[in-house]
C-alpha cells in the first residue's frame, strides 16, 4: 500500500465526482498513474471505461479514515502536503505492525514516523509512565491493509525493470529509474523499504518469485503475469493439463509455463511459488543466526585437532584437547577473540575489573598468561578457560554446528557437523569473523511481506560481507539458509537468562534493557540479545522494540525457577537427555508429566546417544534445575520439550 500526495488527492477526486453522481474522468494522461497504482493496491476499481474509476469498499474506507483525521487535527489537508510526501508506504505498516507486536507501544525509532503522520500519540501508562503508543486510526489502517488484497498485473515494461533492478537489500540510489515503477511495485506489495526513512529497499518474499517467474518466462503479450494467467494456472494445478481448453493451453505453452505434453517448465513451477505466496500468504518470519568469534575459533580448533587425528588416532577433539589448541596461540592472534574472552571474564567477575581486564590484555602475551593472571590461586584460570570452552561448544551445539561422538573406546568428543564444515569452510575461504544476528536478518527480512532491513542492520551486513551489489554474497546466502534450515536446541548461558528474565511481557525496547544493566555492559548485553534472537527466544523489531517469543516464554516459565547463578542450566545435553526420557516414559496428561520407570534409563541412554557419565552428568544439571523430578519429567522439562519442538517446527 502506498499513499504520497498525489494518492491522497486522486481518492479525494474520485470521492468529489462520485458524490456528484458520476465516475471520475481522466483525461490526461501523465495523471493517470496514482489511478492506476490505487488500482492495483485495491483501493480504486476500474469502470467500464479504461479511464474511468471509483472507490473499492477498502478505498472508501481509506478515504473516510483520512476525512476524520484531518477534521480531528491530526493532518493538513492533502493538498498542503509537500510533494513526494508518503502518507502510507511499505515502512509505515512495518512501523505500525511492530508497535502491535509490542503491545501498541511505539519504539524510539518509529515515535516521530508515527506521530506525524497521525498515527501516534503520547499517553500515561502504569508501566512506563509517558511513552508513544499507537492510536485507533493506525488500527483502522492496519485493518484496511490486511483486507485490501492488492492486484498483480507485471507489464513488459515493468518485467524488464524488475529483471534490471537489484533485489535488495540496498541503498535506496540504488534503485535508479525515472518513471514510476518503484510505486507500481510498492502498490502491489513486492517492495519493501526500510523503517523510518526508507534507506534501504528489497524486494520481499513475493517480490522474488515474481522475478524469479518471469526471469523463466515468455514474453509474447504486453501482460506478462496478470490476474487471468494465475487463474488458468491454478486451474491447471488443480485440475490437470487435460481439463484446459485448447486457448488455455496454447496460453500456458506461449508463456513457457508448460510444454507441448502439459508439462511444467521451470516458468510454471517459478509462478507456481507466486501464486502459492498470494494464496496462502506464505510468508515466514525473519529468523537469524549468530556465530561470534570464540565460536570460529573453536571450530578452527576442532579442525586442527582432527588433523592430527590423522597421524595420532589417539588424538580426538574432546574439550581438553581443543583447550591445548588454544593456550598454544599467542594472544596477538586474537584481534576479534580476546573481545570474547573480555565479555566472558567481565560476566563473570563483575563490572568494575572490565578496564583492569582491558589492561591486562594488552600486558599479556598468551592466552594461558592472561587467565593466570585472573586467576592465580587453585588453578582456578584452567577451569575458567575450560567453562568458556564448554559454553562455546554448547552454542555450536545449539546450533547444530558441531555433535558429540562417542570413540570406539568410550571417549567423548566433538566433531563438526556437515552445517559446521560448511560454516568453517566459508570462514576459511572469505576471512575469519564473527557473523552478528542484526547481519544475516538483513538478509533474511526479505522472507517476510515487509522485506526491507534497518539501516544499522544492513550496514552490519555489508561489514560482514553478507550482502554486497545489490543483493546477498554468496556468503549470505549461507547464513541465511542457515537461520532457516538449521536445527536449533535450546540453550541458554547464565548472562542470557538475566537478560530474559528482564524481559516483560510487553511495551519494552532494547534502550530500556540498556539503562536496567551498568552501562559498561553494553557490549554484553547487545551480544546477548543477538544470541537470544538467533536461538530463536527473542525478537528484535525494525522500531528498536523487543518481544519475546512464544518459545522464549515456555523457556522463561521453564527457568523461572531457577536461579541465574546457575550458569548453563538449559543446553543441548540436557535436552537430548530430557527427550530420550520422554521417548521412554509414561504421560500423565491430567498431572502434565512424564513418568519414567527406573527399568527404562538404560533405554534412555542408549536413544541419546551418550555414554553414561555424560548423561548421568546432563540428568544431575536437569535435576537440579527441576526440569526432572526423581522419576519424572516435570511440566518445566515439557515445557522444554514444546519450545524445541516449536524451534524446529
Not at 500456458?252 to 517459478?270: F, H, R, T, V
Not at 518459545?551 to 543441548?572: Q, V
Not at 527399568?599 to 536413544?607: D, F, G, H, R, S
Request: glycine share 6%.
Amino acid at each position: 500500500m502506498l499513499i504520497k500526495k498525489e494518492h491522497a488527492v486522486a481518492l479525494y477526486n474520485v470521492l468529489g465526482e462520485e458524490n456528484k453522481g458520476t465516475h471520475c474522468q481522466i483525461s490526461v494522461a501523465a495523471e493517470r498513474e496514482p489511478y492506476n497504482e490505487l488500482n492495483l493496491a485495491n483501493l480504486l476499481e476500474m469502470g467500464s471505461s479504461k479511464v474511468e474509476f471509483r472507490l473499492s469498499y477498502w478505498g472508501r474506507n481509506l478515504v473516510y479514515l483520512l476525512d476524520e483525521m484531518i477534521q480531528n487535527g491530526k493532518l493538513d489537508i492533502p493538498a498542503n502536503w509537500k510533494e513526494g510526501y508518503r502518507w502510507i508506504g511499505s515502512e509505515t505498516i512495518a512501523m505500525i505492525e511492530a508497535a502491535m507486536k509490542n503491545g501498541g507501544f511505539v519504539g524510539p525509532v518509529a515515535e516521530e514516523a508515527l506521530t506525524e503522520r497521525g498515527f501516534a500519540e503520547k499517553v500515561r501508562d502504569e508501566h512506563c509512565g509517558e511513552c508513544t503508543k499507537l492510536n485507533d486510526y493506525a488500527e483502522a489502517l492496519y485493518d484496511i491493509y490486511l483486507h485490501s488484497h492488492p492486484k498483480l498485473e507485471i507489464t513488459q515494461n515493468l518485467a524488464n525493470f524488475i529483471v534490471s533492478m537489484p533485489e535488495g537489500p540496498a541503498e535506496k540510489n540504488g534503485l535508479d529509474y525515472e518513471g514510476r515503477e518503484a510505486e507500481l511495485l510498492e502498490s502491489m506489495r513486492l517492495l519493501s523499504y526500510s523503517v523510518p526513512n526508507t534507506d534501504i529497499f528489497s524486494l520481499n518474499r513475493l517480490g522474488k518469485a515474481v522475478k524469479n517467474a518471469i526471469t523463466h518466462m515468455a514474453y509474447p503479450y504486453d501482460a506478462v503475469i496478470s490476474e487471468d494467467y494465475l487463474h488458468v494456472l491454478a486451474y491447471y494445478l488443480d485440475n490437470g493439463f487435460e481439463a484446459l481448453n485448447d486457448k488455455e493451453k496454447e496460453l500456458m505453452e506461449s508463456l513457457a509455463l508448460i510444454d507441448a505434453e502439459g508439462k511444467l517448465l521451470p516458468g510454471g513451477e517459478a509462478l507456481e511459488e507466486v501464486l502459492h505466496i498470494l494464496r496462502e500468504q506464505a510468508y515466514l518470519p525473519a529468523r537469524t543466526f549468530d556465530l561470534e568469534a570464540l565460536d570460529v575459533e573453536i571450530l578452527r580448533g576442532i579442525d586442527e585437532v582432527m588433523k592430527r587425528h590423522e597421524s595420532n588416532p589417539e588424538v580426538l577433539p574432546a574439550p581438553e584437547e581443543i583447550r591445548h589448541y588454544l593456550l598454544d596461540l599467542p594472544l596477538k592472534e586474537y584481534k576479534a577473540v580476546k573481545e570474547h574472552y573480555g565479555r566472558r571474564l567481565n560476566e563473570d567477575m563483575g563490572y568494575q575489573k572490565k578496564e583492569e581486564l582491558k589492561k591486562k590484555f594488552a600486558e599479556a602475551l598468551t592466552v594461558e598468561e592472561l587467565f593466570k593472571s585472573f586467576y592465580e590461586k587453585g588453578n582456578h584460570w584452567l577451569e575458567k578457560l575450560m567453562d568458556v570452552i564448554e559454553e562455546s561448544l554448547m552454542t555450536l551445539k545449539s546450533f547444530s554446528l558441531v555433535e558429540a561422538k562417542l570413540s570406539e573406546d568410550g571417549k567423548l568428543y566433538y566433531d563438526m557437523t556437515p552445517e559446521g564444515r560448511l560454516v568453517f569452510e566459508e570462514q576459511k575461504e572469505k576471512g575469519f569473523r564473527e557473523i552478528s544476528a542484526p547481519a544475516v536478518k538483513a538478509i533474511t527480512i526479505r522472507e517476510s511481506e515487509f522485506g526491507a532491513p534497518n539501516l544499522e542492520w544492513y550496514e552490519a551486513a555489508k561489514a560482514e560481507h553478507l550482502v554486497g551489489g545489490g543483493a546477498p554474497t554468496h556468503s549470505g546466502e549461507i547464513y541465511a539458509d542457515l537461520a532457516y534450515n538449521v536445527e536449533r536446541k535450546p540453550h541458554i548461558t547464565r548472562f542470557e537468562l538475566q537478560i530474559l528474565h528482564k524481559l516483560p511481557e510487553r511495551g519494552y525496547f532494547v534502550e530500556s534493557l540498556y539503562e536496567d544493566f551498568d552501562p559498561t555492559l553494553k557490549e554484553e548485553v547487545t551480544y546477548g540479545l543477538n544470541k537470544l534472537e538467533a536461538r530463536g527466544f527473542v525478537e528484535l523489531l525494525p522500531d528498536g522494540g523487543v518481544v519475546v517469543t512464544e518459545a522464549g516464554h515456555l523457556i522463561k516459565r521453564a527457568l523461572s525457577g531457577t536461579p541465574e547463578s546457575f550458569g548453563n542450566a538449559l543446553n543441548p545435553l540436557v535436552v537430548r537427555v530430557l527427550d530420550a526420557l520422554h521417548e521412554v516414559g509414561n504421560l500423565y496428561v491430567k498431572e502434565r508429566k512424564v513418568r519414567i520407570l527406573p527399568k527404562n534409563i538404560k533405554e534412555a541412554i542408549k536413544i541419546s546417544g551418550l555414554d553414561p557419565e555424560t548423561f548421568n552428568k546432563a540428568l544431575t544439571v536437569a535435576r537440579n534445575a527441576k526440569f526432572i523430578g526423581h522419576t519424572s519429567i516435570n511440566e518445566a522439562g515439557l515445557d522444554i520439550l514444546e519450545a524445541y519442538e516449536l524451534l524446529n517446527s
